[in-house]
């Protein structure tokens, strides 16, 4: 089956997040938060990555979403272990949408098979089986007042997905991306098709 038939019946894979969002998979993921920040704003060495992503900050103990020299690591250990390499997107290309300054136009599409690599497969199945936060690990209860009030939408909790608590929204947040990868990784099983997927931000 072709990559077109294969859209066109399984629709596209559509789950949206923010620049909190992988800040937070951040606090305890490795790989992940490497693959989704290049994936929105492009290869490590483009200057939309440099631009954008070096010089974004969040509240907490976790400042940034990307770690020099950490994730640069990281991305490097990535791009080791897959065949093929990462495609640059043009995203005028791909969609009308209006333009302002701080959207990033360049994403890294990443091969499928990098979801399939032992390490990238352990995260995802954390995010699949196990809540973000249990606050067995000593760190969660920082996690959450660092991120908290971002993740249930900076106002009341009720107010974003009727949540109840702080720790209920970070972990659906940690279950919908779980889903978002699982389910990219169970297409490439399904028709055994490489294909190449990126982020976007609106």
Avoid: C
Avoid at 118 to 126: C, K, M, N, R, S
Avoid at 162 to 171: L, M, P, Q, W
Avoid at 172 to 178: A, N, P, T, W
């Amino acid at each position: 089956m072709t990559k077109k038939k294969i859209k066109e019946k399984e629709g596209e894979v559509h789950v949206e997040f923010d620049n909190h969002d992988i800040a937070l998979l951040r606090t305890k993921l490795k790989y992940l938060p490497v693959i989704m920040a290049s994936g929105v704003y492009g290869p490590v060495d483009s200057a939309s990555f440099r631009g954008q992503v070096l010089h974004r900050f969040f509240a907490g103990p976790w400042d940034m979403i990307w770690m020099e020299p950490e994730d640069s690591a990281t991305y490097e250990h990535l791009m080791s272990r897959i065949r093929e390499r990462l495609k640059v997107i043009n995203a005028r290309t791909y969609r009308e949408v209006k333009y302002w300054e701080h959207l990033s136009e360049v994403h890294g599409a990443w091969p499928v098979t990098v979801l399939e690599l032992p390490e990238v497969g352990v995260e995802i199945d954390f995010l699949l089986t196990k809540p973000f936060l249990t606050f067995e690990d000593s760190r969660d209860k920082e996690v959450e007042k660092s991120f908290g009030k971002w993740i249930a939408g900076l106002g009341p909790l009720d107010m974003k997905g009727g949540y109840s608590s702080y720790d209920e929204a970070i972990n659906d947040v940690g279950r919908r991306l779980g889903r978002l990868f699982g389910n990219l990784r169970d297409l490439y099983k399904k028709y055994n098709v490489s294909f190449w997927f990126y982020f976007f931000n609106l």
